[in-house]
């Protein structure tokens, strides 16, 4: 998939924890969520995600509020003209794994790292997290900024 730099410029990689709060409204940040989400759809965005950060939305949201919500949460994410979804492959996998091997935070998970790795691997240099406090500690040295909530 090629993509221009206009369409470049208007990425914004999202972590699971927003699409998690947007599909399920008896999360604690779901209203926080939908309000970003109208806020969103208000200019030209494409909302990126990972294989893996679409693996923890599904599964979450079936834990937290059932299958059918997960399934319907799965399907919406899939057919979103807006949602880019990235395949991990060994490149960002490998690259992942350098991240988490360098970071000593304790709460970034392989997840988080994966996602660093996957900005860096298609120039996106802006991610969407309520995990702020987390991410924040690596913004400097992997060079991305975060979404204003």
Known sequence: MIISMEERNN??????NYFIALFNERDTLAQKA?????????RPTTLVISSLVFLEIVTITSMRAGRKIAKEAGASLLSRQD???IHVDEAIQNEAWNIFQETEEKNISFVDCSIIAAMKAEDISTLLTFDRADF???Q???????YKI
């Open 34 to 42: 939908r309000s970003i989400s109208e806020e969103l759809d208000i």
């Open 136 to 138: 924040t500690a690596l």
């Open 140 to 146: 400097k040295q992997y060079r991305f900024s975060l």
């Open 83 to 85: 949602i880019r979804v």
């Open 11 to 16: 990425q914004l990689f999202v972590d699971s």
